[in-house]
């Protein structure tokens, strides 16, 4: 696998390319993008969180995970389950697909290498866009992934702790638009949201509304290290 070398000038993102009265201008950034993002877009605390396992070796496939602070959760396990088969880079982002800084982020993290399988999930800090956004948004991520070769598997956000028909309905409608644009690019689907949704003791999985404990989160580990590896498998 080929490693490339990923050049970062540290006046890409400076302070004057964050005018406040008009919002984040992705032009300013240098990034061929044509809308303006408002600030009234964006989460109070917004955060990102890339990471590179095993960054010097290259003599097992890389895998990428994208996700948010639930990726954050189930991450760990995962990895452990996957000694020996991948090394693991991730992307975990409060940024939600309609939102370009995402573009950006992404950028980051798919530049320093080859990944053989990009698990993705866009999470549930999507539910402050509007869908139309978050569709036009999840198009272009899923045709800039494309490009890259890999084998991409989409990933069906979580539900909330109590999260039945009336409190999961904008977690379903992303879900559904991840699902479809999926089928129509030909990416695999792991579906975290039913997974959650059929356990007996769902409630006894979370420790607050959207977050699990440890025992949620070895849940949500190994069905996507399990998902993983079995593609990787059908790669070979």
Same mark, same amino acid.
């Given at each position: 696998?080929?490693?490339?070398? +990923?050049?970062?000038?540290?006046? /890409?993102?400076?302070? *004057?390319?964050?005018?406040? $009265?008009?919002?984040?201008? !992705?032009? %300013? ?88 399988? +990009?698990?993705?999930?866009?999470? /549930?800090?999507?539910? *402050?866009?509007?869908?139309? $956004?978050?569709?036009?948004? !999840?198009? %272009? ?96």
């Amino acid at each position: 696998m080929n490693r490339k070398i +990923i050049v970062l000038l540290g006046s /890409l993102i400076a302070a *004057n390319a964050f005018p406040a $009265d008009a919002g984040l201008d !992705m032009n %300013r950034l240098g990034v061929y993008y044509n809308e303006v993002v408002p600030v009234g877009e964006f989460e109070e605390t917004e955060w990102m969180d890339i990471r590179h396992e095993s960054a010097n070796k290259d003599d097992l496939p890389r895998v990428l995970m994208i996700g948010d602070s639930i990726l954050g959760q189930y991450r760990q396990p995962a990895l452990i389950s996957l000694q020996g088969t991948a090394y693991i880079s991730s992307l975990g982002t409060s940024a939600c697909v309609g939102n370009p800084m995402f573009d950006l982020q992404l950028e980051l993290v798919l530049k320093p290498y080859d990944y053989e399988v +990009i698990h993705i999930n866009n999470g /549930l800090h999507g539910l *402050n866009f509007p869908l139309d $956004d978050y569709k036009k948004g !999840m198009e %272009r991520v899923y045709e800039r992934l494309q490009r890259t070769g890999a084998k991409v598997i989409v990933v069906m956000t979580t539900p909330q702790a109590r999260g039945e028909d009336g409190e999961s309905d904008g977690i379903i409608e992303r879900n559904n638009v991840a699902r479809e644009l999926a089928e129509q690019y030909g990416y695999e689907t792991n579906d975290l949201f039913s997974l959650v949704m059929e356990q007996d003791n769902r409630q006894d999985l979370f420790m607050d509304s959207v977050h699990y404990n440890e025992n949620g989160a070895a849940i949500l580990a190994q069905q996507v290290s399990g998902k993983i590896e079995e593609t990787l498998n059908s790669k070979k």
